[in-house]
Nanobody
Framework: QVQLVESGGGLVQAGGSLRLSCAGS????????MAWFRQAPGREREFVAA????????WYADSVKGRFTISRDNARNMVSLQMDTLKSEDTAVYYC?????????????????WGQGTQVTVSS
């Protein structure tokens, strides 16, 4: 099992940047593929970005490609999402996600373990 705690959300103007962090508990953090999902009001949760266990493979949703960067530091049990050139449509609750199977975190449903979420609000 892994427990996930997100931080770094907040209010930012359009065009600005935020960096989200997700701290994972447990000795085997490096065994998990990690991802970020988001859910806007009235919309279904959607995939944002994912990273493989060793960080060598990365995936992005088309809507964030070129603006967001996912990374991980297994020594610190941490995964981050750098969000640049933010748009109002990026406003959502962002969730950290983990699973032993990388195909699950890349999929639309996400993997097994979820954080509590952190709110990102982009004002236009």
């Amino acid at each position: 099992q892994v427990q996930l705690v997100e931080s770094g959300g907040g209010l930012v103007q359009a065009g600005g940047s935020l960096r989200l962090s997700c701290a994972g508990s447990g000795r085997y953090f490096s065994s998990y593929a990690m991802a970020w999902f988001r859910q806007a009001p009235g919309r279904e949760r959607e995939f944002v970005a994912a990273i493989s266990r060793n960080g060598r493979s990365i995936w992005y949703a088309d809507s964030v490609k070129g603006r967001f960067t996912i990374s991980r530091d297994n020594a610190r049990n941490m995964v981050s999402l750098q969000m640049d050139t933010l748009k109002s449509e990026d406003t959502a609750v962002y969730y950290c996600n983990a699973d032993l199977a990388v195909q699950d975190v890349v999929g639309s449903r996400g993997g097994t373990y979820w954080g509590q979420g952190t709110q990102v609000t982009v004002s236009s």
